[in-house]
C-alpha cells in the first residue's frame, strides 16, 4: 500500500521541541518533494514547510522561519521536521504529502489525500 505515515507528535511545553517523521510505505521518496501541513481545531490546514527532492529548495511559513527545520533521509524513506521553540499556537494535527515543486514561496500539496496525521499539542 502507497502511502505517507506521520509520527512524532505529543504533549509538550511551551518552548520545548519535537521531531516529526514522515515516512514513505510502498514508494520511495528519492524523486518527491515532501511538505508538512496542519490544521488546528475551526481553522483551514496551511503549508507550514516543503522541501524539493533534490533538497535543494525549502519553504517554510512565515510563522514557524528560524524555529523549524526540515531534512530528509533517502536512505531512511523518511522526511523529518525539526520543531524548536514550541508555541500555542502551533498546536495542531500535522500532515506530510507529497507536493508540488517547491520554491520559498510554494508549498502547495500534489493531491488532495490525508493520512491520518499526527498530533502535537503546546501547553503548560
Known amino acids: 500500500q502507497v502511502r505517507l505515515v506521520e509520527s512524532g507528535g505529543g504533549l509538550v511545553q511551551p518552548g520545548g521541541s519535537l521531531r516529526l517523521s514522515c515516512a514513505a510505505s510502498?514508494?520511495?521518496?528519492?524523486?518527491?518533494?515532501i511538505g508538512w501541513f496542519r490544521q488546528a481545531p475551526g481553522k483551514e490546514r496551511e503549508g507550514v514547510s516543503c522541501i524539493s527532492s533534490s533538497d535543494i529548495s525549502t519553504y517554510y511559513a512565515d510563522s514557524v522561519k528560524g524555529r523549524f527545520t526540515i531534512s530528509r533521509d533517502n536512505a531512511k524513506n523518511t522526511v523529518y521536521l525539526q520543531m524548536n521553540s514550541l508555541k500555542p499556537e502551533d498546536t495542531a494535527v500535522y500532515y506530510c504529502a507529497t507536493v508540488l515543486p517547491v520554491t520559498e514561496r510554494l508549498c502547495q500539496p500534489l493531491f488532495n489525500n490525508w493520512g491520518q496525521g499526527t498530533q502535537v499539542t503546546v501547553s503548560s
Open positions: 510502498g514508494f520511495t521518496l528519492d524523486h518527491w518533494a
